[in-house]
């Protein structure tokens, strides 16, 4: 049924329990549908006007349909309980330590991704309004020493797989919504609100950064990129964009 | 002399006001969406026939440009919503049915009433009318999500927020008219549960509406502060718009609007469905000829789901940065809130069982209702739960599941109520049956080819409101040429509209037909006779009453010996 719902393909840990959990959302509901639909079929053939001059006063007896509704009750309870709250908390309540994952800032604006790497230093350099310009749409301030080896990039973002990803988003200006489809990512990027978002990429790859939030006229083309990338080549990307800093 | 009428304080002719009004909004609201499927289908190739009416400021050479699109989405979600849907649906069926059918001489608040229907007029001129200040029209969703709401160019979005404040006013006075006369006018005899269960589902919405709707008025006129005196409500601070830091107070809250808004916003899903839920109840026991299957449960039911309506509202808000409790909350209430609408569902099922049923047109579009609408609830299910929703949160998924609620949801219920109760409000003209049959099956056919592929597309993880529907991202390339079958059924579902329209005017002119009750009905606003007199005797489905000489008896029908009706 993975097949035939046509999901993107998933390439990150907590994908496997999303899309389990979509299998079997679907398949309650069709049963559901399919069992609904065969009774109302037979109903409308069985009691049209031709078929059944006289109607029942009382009509069905019985009180299966209550024992249905229960069955419905206990299959959405049994989902939320068993499913969807358990990989929830593990969204959004078990972080896993910043020293052990690969810490990055995406800010969003109308209509790009501005990627903030901490750099070798691991500390992210601090950023001010006053600085934003054509040249540095994150407002990064180079002097401030830990500042100084910061990566940034626009609408690439580079990561490496079997690593935890830990992703402080923000948004400079609208709403926006940063969704990474193969990671089974989806975050709104709202501004004033800085909100982390956490995954492992399981596969290397090279896929598209979508916002899936109305942010104005080019939401449309609001496209980014991101490459899942093995240890060695993510360490060497690292090296070259910095090389870049040191040689402006 | 026909003028008179847009100054009656009759309630069936403001009903019929109404009426007329919805009905030109939803043509409306759905001619913008016949361009927003062209574009999907062809982005960026010029608009044929009316790509040069658009005006070249919104489309030059006829080519939709993203500002137009986005445009075009606000809009037609806003008129279809407030100016369509819901007017028809409560100001035109409520206010020309709830006094008929409790037996009332009119509403409780005559004057208030015309004055809900004119506040409501003008709510929808200044919406029309802001397509033509500069600028256009709003453009930023009919969610107005600040800042990009508060921070939009133009003047359109601050019509919008003048329009949907006159539209408040409407609805709230709309609201305690009805609730008033519900519970001060019923006529002697009619007891609570002899309601029939239109005036239940009406009541149940009016308390909806006069509760949810200071949420989003409070909302509107802080976002009219924030766009009109500087103010920052919903702006926070640190903002920088095209690289240039935004000379703004700050200090507010984006997110804010978005939980006021949704207050409003969820409720507003079941003002859309209940009354159409009343529809079907009607038209369902009067065309299988017995009474509801489960009346009592279908009424405490219409009571849960009221009352839980106003705790669901944040599952929209899944991935604003939800914590682990208060998306439990959520999650769960919106997992009981699916209860009561399966035991209304499955109780309107049920009902046709040992029925026996007339294929009328009314009774088409009904029973199409009953599939239609389980396929937006079930596809409810997966965004409700939260870990689910996130591949499929403002996807195409979202679209196509409150489309099938409301389109051939709700609207197929308002189209069952419209030749249901034609004979009655054009005083014995039937509307004509090969038409309504025409335009029943073209409908739902080329509904169902334009809303079922937005799941296969959501899945696959296209987003919504996108100018060229997804043209630039690989993961849409597969599903991407669904667009042009689905865009051509929606041309499709325009042309057999010609038929009910057709349909509409000519029955208006033509003759009258049949007797006061041609449907056989129980209900009273089949009976004729002076209301003063009249007496309730009975409960509102007493049809194939075992021993009973005919197969319906009407709420007015004393116990034997029987005389006239309404003696």
């Known amino acids: 049924m993975m097949e035939w719902l046509g999901l993107p393909p998933a390439a990150s840990a907590h994908a496997a329990g999303v899309d389990q959990t979509m299998v079997l959302v679907h398949a309650l509901m069709a049963v559901l549908f399919v069992g609904w639909t065969i009774f109302f079929t037979y109903?409308?053939?069985?009691?049209?006007?031709?078929?059944?001059?006289?109607?029942?006063?009382?009509?069905?007896?019985?009180?299966?349909s209550t024992v249905i509704e229960g069955a419905v009750?206990?299959?959405?309870?049994?989902?939320?309980v068993f499913f969807s709250v358990p990989l929830w908390s593990a969204r959004v309540d078990a972080f896993p330590p910043e020293a052990q994952s690969t810490v990055v800032r995406v800010v969003a604006e109308q209509f790009a991704w501005?990627?903030?790497?901490?750099?070798?230093?691991?500390?992210?350099?601090?950023?001010?309004?006053?600085?934003?310009?054509?040249?540095?749409?994150?407002g990064l301030d180079r002097t401030d020493p830990a500042g100084r080896d910061d990566i940034t990039t626009i609408n690439q973002l580079n990561l490496p797989v079997n690593r935890p990803v830990i992703v402080h988003l923000s948004s400079k200006d609208m709403v926006h919504s940063f969704a990474l489809p193969q990671m089974r990512v989806k975050q709104d990027a709202i501004p004033g609100i800085a909100q982390p978002v956490?995954?492992?990429?399981?596969?290397?790859?090279?896929?598209?950064?979508?916002c899936s939030q109305l942010c104005g006229l080019g939401h449309y083309r609001m496209r980014g990129f991101y490459t899942i990338q093995s240890p060695t080549e993510y360490e060497a990307w690292l090296a070259s964009e910095a090389a870049l800093i040191a040689t402006p | 002399m026909f003028l008179k009428h847009f100054y009656s304080t009759d309630h069936k002719i403001i009903g019929l006001l109404y009426g007329f009004t919805s009905l030109f909004f939803l043509l409306v609201g759905f001619s913008l969406v016949v361009l927003i499927r062209w574009q999907l289908a062809y982005p960026g190739e010029p608009v044929p026939y009316v790509g040069g009416l658009l005006g070249a400021a919104n489309a030059p050479g006829g080519v939709i440009l993203p500002e137009f699109y986005n445009q075009l989405g606000a809009m037609h979600g806003t008129i279809m919503v407030f100016l369509g849907v819901v007017p028809l649906a409560v100001g035109a069926f409520g206010n020309y049915l709830i006094p008929l059918q409790i037996g009332a001489p009119d509403m409780a608040f005559p004057r208030l009433n015309l004055a809900s229907y004119w506040f409501y007029f003008v709510g929808g001129a200044i919406m029309l009318g802001s397509f033509l200040v500069p600028g256009g029209a709003a453009n930023n969703g009919w969610t107005s999500y600040p800042p990009l709401s508060d921070l939009a160019p133009g003047n359109g979005q601050t019509w919008w927020l003048a329009g949907m404040l006159c539209l408040i006013f409407s609805s709230l006075l709309g609201a305690l008219n009805f609730i008033t006369t519900i519970v001060q006018l019923r006529a002697p005899g009619m007891t609570w549960f002899r309601l029939p269960f239109f005036v239940w589902a009406q009541f149940v919405t009016a308390f909806l509406l006069l509760l949810a709707f200071p949420a989003?008025?409070?909302?509107?006129?802080?976002?009219?502060?924030?766009?009109?005196?500087?103010?920052?409500?919903?702006?926070?601070?640190?903002?920088?718009?095209?690289?240039?830091?935004?000379?703004?107070?700050?200090?507010?809250?984006?997110?804010?609007?978005?939980?006021?808004?949704w207050f409003l916003g969820h409720p507003e899903v079941y003002v859309l469905i209940l009354p159409g839920m009343g529809i079907v109840a009607e038209v369902i026991t009067n065309n299988t000829r017995k009474p509801l299957w489960g009346y009592r449960l279908m009424v405490y039911s219409l009571f849960v789901l009221g009352f839980l309506s106003f705790v669901v509202w944040a599952h929209h808000m899944f991935l604003t940065g939800m914590g682990t409790v208060i998306s439990a909350f959520f999650q769960?209430?919106?997992?009981?809130?699916?209860?009561?609408?399966?035991?209304?569902l499955s109780s309107l099922i049920l009902s046709l069982y040992g029925g026996s049923i007339r294929f009328t047109t009314p009774m088409l579009f009904a029973l199409a209702f009953l599939p239609m609408f389980g396929i937006g609830g079930l596809t409810g299910l997966p965004l409700g739960l939260a870990t689910t929703d996130i591949p499929l949160h403002d996807t195409n998924y979202v679209v196509g599941h409150f489309h099938y609620l409301v389109a051939p949801g709700t609207i197929f219920a308002l189209f069952a109520g419209i030749y249901h109760w034609f004979p009655r409000m054009t005083g014995g003209r039937m509307m004509n049956d090969t038409l309504g049959r025409i335009h029943f099956v073209?409908?739902?056919?080329?509904?169902?080819?334009?809303f079922l592929p937005m799941f296969v597309q959501g899945l696959a993880g296209v987003n919504r409101r996108l100018w060229d529907g997804g043209a630039v991202y690989a993961h849409a390339q597969e599903v991407l040429s669904l667009n042009i079958p689905m865009s051509m059924a929606a041309f499709g579902l325009a042309f057999f509209q010609l038929f009910f329209i057709v349909n509409l005017f000519l029955s208006l002119r033509g003759p009258r037909t049949v007797t006061d009750n041609p449907w056989g009905a129980t209900t009273l606003e089949w009976q004729t006779g002076p209301v003063?007199?009249?007496?309730?005797?009975?409960?509102?489905?007493?049809?194939?009453?075992?021993?009973?000489?005919?197969?319906?008896?009407?709420?007015?029908?004393g116990p034997a010996p029987r005389s006239g009706p309404a003696e």
Do not use: K
């Open chain 1, 73 to 80: 009750l206990v299959a959405e309870v049994a989902l939320l």
């Open chain 1, 114 to 138: 501005n990627v903030h790497y901490p750099g070798a230093d691991g500390r992210f350099g601090r950023t001010s309004l006053e600085l934003l310009g054509p040249s540095n749409p994150l």
């Open chain 1, 43 to 64: 109903v409308l053939i069985r009691f049209r006007r031709t078929a059944h001059r006289d109607a029942s006063y009382h009509g069905l007896r019985g009180r299966w």
């Open chain 2, 216 to 261: 989003l008025q409070a909302a509107a006129l802080l976002q009219g502060m924030d766009r009109l005196a500087g103010t920052s409500f919903f702006l926070p601070s640190g903002l920088a718009v095209s690289g240039q830091p935004l000379d703004v107070a700050g200090g507010g809250n984006a997110l804010l609007w978005q939980h006021l808004f």
């Open chain 2, 442 to 450: 073209g409908s739902l056919i080329c509904m169902n080819v334009i």
């Open chain 1, 198 to 210: 956490w995954f492992t990429p399981t596969a290397t790859g090279r896929w598209e950064i979508a």
């Open chain 2, 332 to 344: 769960a209430t919106t997992m009981i809130i699916s209860i009561p609408s399966v035991v209304i």
């Open chain 2, 532 to 557: 003063a007199a009249l007496r309730v005797y009975r409960d509102p489905y007493e049809y194939s009453v075992p021993g009973e000489p005919t197969d319906f008896l009407p709420q007015n029908v």
